[in-house]
């Protein structure tokens, strides 16, 4: 239960203001089709975590549990500093709707824009740190829609009101203390 719930709530802090938070601002203020966006993020972030997970789960395979320790270390650490860094979107990301429609453009949109974003880092770290890499997916899909599906109802709105420099920092924070305790040795009863 603890992977699914930090897997929400650390990919939930680190969506917010992350290029996938802003195309989904982006592609509602465009369309004003919510349901649509939605359902386009879900299947998105299902097919793209579910695949960072998988990964995350073989690493564990083929990584003796020392060095594991200290690539997922590193790798928390380095998502605590890239999570302070603001991301900005792609126009060419935001073109694909006029071919596809608005589902269609937001599975893709959202697929691509996930692929080697610090989400999707941080869900195969998270599945390789944890025993239990489906609830770690459930749980960063769950983030995914927690800070991504306000911000097609609510649009620019909301985002004016989001204190993002703390949200980034909070999230940050929170890498940063699973990078040093893993370093440190904590999931050492899981293998690490």
């Given at each position: 239960?603890?992977?699914?719930?930090?897997?929400?709530?650390?990919?939930?802090?680190?969506?917010?203001?992350?290029?996938?938070?802003?195309?989904?601002?982006?592609?509602?203020?465009?369309?004003?089709?919510?349901?649509?966006?939605?359902?386009?993020?879900?299947?998105?972030?299902?097919?793209?975590?579910?695949?960072?997970?998988?990964?995350?789960?073989?690493?564990?395979?083929?990584?003796?549990?020392?060095?594991?320790?200290?690539?997922?270390?590193?790798?928390?650490?380095?998502?605590?500093?890239?999570?302070?860094?603001?991301?900005?979107?792609?126009?060419?990301?935001?073109?694909?709707?006029?071919?596809?429609?608005?589902?269609?453009?937001?599975l893709?949109t959202?697929?691509?824009?996930?692929?080697?974003?610090?989400?999707?880092?941080?869900?195969?770290?998270?599945?390789?740190?944890?025993?239990?890499?489906?609830?770690?997916?459930?749980?960063?899909t769950?983030?995914?829609?927690?800070?991504d599906?306000?911000?097609?109802?609510?649009?620019?709105?909301?985002?004016?009101?989001?204190?993002?420099?703390?949200?980034?920092?909070?999230?940050?924070?929170?890498?940063?203390?699973?990078?040093?305790?893993?370093?440190?040795?904590?999931?050492?009863?899981?293998?690490?």
């Open positions: 239960m603890e992977s699914l719930l930090v897997s929400t709530g650390v990919v939930a802090l680190a969506e917010i203001g992350d290029k996938t938070q802003l195309l989904a601002f982006i592609l509602a203020a465009r369309f004003k089709k919510p349901l649509p966006i939605v359902a386009g993020i879900l299947a998105a972030t299902v097919v793209n975590h579910g695949l960072a997970g998988a990964l995350g789960a073989w690493i564990t395979t083929t990584i003796s549990p020392g060095a594991l320790r200290w690539v997922l270390g590193l790798s928390f650490i380095g998502m605590a500093i890239w999570t302070m860094i603001p991301d900005e979107i792609e126009e060419e990301e935001t073109k694909v709707a006029q071919r596809f429609g608005v589902f269609g453009a937001t893709v959202f697929f691509l824009a996930e692929m080697g974003d610090k989400t999707q880092l941080a869900t195969v770290a998270m599945a390789a740190h944890y025993s239990t890499p489906v609830l770690v997916v459930i749980g960063t769950l983030g995914m829609l927690i800070a599906v306000p911000a097609v109802y609510a649009g620019d709105k909301l985002a004016t009101r989001i204190p993002m420099r703390l949200v980034h920092a909070v999230a940050s924070a929170i890498f940063a203390a699973l990078g040093v305790a893993t370093l440190l040795g904590a999931g050492a009863g899981f293998g690490f």
